[in-house]
């Protein structure tokens, strides 16, 4: 688990850590990122880096709250009650609550480049697939599974946005 730690999150380990596991680091070494993949040579390059994770937050926060301010269209297009259209609301939450602790674990090994763009492939298929739902419970399975990337794409984009960023 240390090992996870010292090679994903940065974290500074000292040598009280112990047993088979055990990463030694002082504390004056930190975990510098391998990834090639998501730092741009250019200043030009990180400023559509940055412009990309912002979007991808700007897309990620339009689908968790537009439906707030729908819910009686859709509750309509369903053909349930406002309340119950508001499970979708919750659905979406669950999905966030379900999919944020899974992908952290999980998607600790994948390059973060790699790892956004297959949150941001889910997240937009989950999308789609609720344009395309063709009933109320179909909608809340799809509204559910487009908010699992959510809580995994704020961490990761933040880790990386912070990354590239100059001192």
């Given at each position: 688990?240390?090992?996870?730690?010292?090679?994903?999150?940065?974290?500074?380990?000292?040598?009280?850590?112990?047993?088979?596991?055990?990463?030694?680091?002082?504390?004056?070494?930190?975990?510098?990122?391998?990834?090639?993949?998501?730092?741009?040579?250019?200043?030009?390059?990180?400023?559509?880096?940055?412009?990309?994770?912002?979007?991808?937050?700007?897309?990620?926060?339009?689908?968790?709250?537009?439906?707030?301010?729908?819910?009686?269209?859709?509750?309509?297009?369903?053909?349930?009650?406002?309340?119950?259209?508001?499970?979708?609301?919750?659905?979406?939450?669950?999905?966030?609550?379900?999919?944020?602790?899974?992908?952290?674990?999980?998607?600790?090994?994948?390059?973060?480049?790699?790892?956004?763009?297959?949150?941001?492939?889910?997240?937009?298929?989950?999308n789609l697939l609720s344009?395309?739902?063709?009933?109320?419970?179909?909608?809340?399975?799809?509204?559910?599974?487009?908010g699992l990337p959510h809580g995994a794409f704020f961490?990761?984009?933040?880790?990386?946005?912070?990354?590239?960023?100059?001192?």
């Amino acid at each position: 688990m240390n090992e996870f730690y010292a090679k994903h999150a940065g974290h500074h380990f000292d040598s009280y850590h112990s047993g088979p596991d055990a990463v030694h680091m002082s504390s004056t070494q930190s975990y510098q990122s391998t990834d090639q993949e998501t730092a741009p040579q250019t200043p030009f390059g990180l400023g559509w880096a940055l412009f990309a994770l912002a979007l991808g937050g700007l897309g990620i926060g339009i689908g968790e709250f537009t439906p707030m301010g729908l819910l009686p269209t859709i509750a309509q297009g369903v053909d349930v009650s406002i309340p119950r259209a508001g499970w979708l609301i919750s659905a979406y939450a669950l999905g966030v609550v379900v999919g944020a602790p899974l992908i952290a674990v999980f998607g600790g090994g994948i390059p973060r480049r790699r790892l956004l763009l297959g949150l941001m492939a889910v997240f937009t298929v989950g999308n789609l697939l609720s344009a395309l739902a063709f009933g109320f419970p179909t909608l809340l399975a799809a509204r559910f599974f487009a908010g699992l990337p959510h809580g995994a794409f704020f961490g990761v984009a933040s880790l990386v946005a912070a990354e590239l960023s100059p001192p």
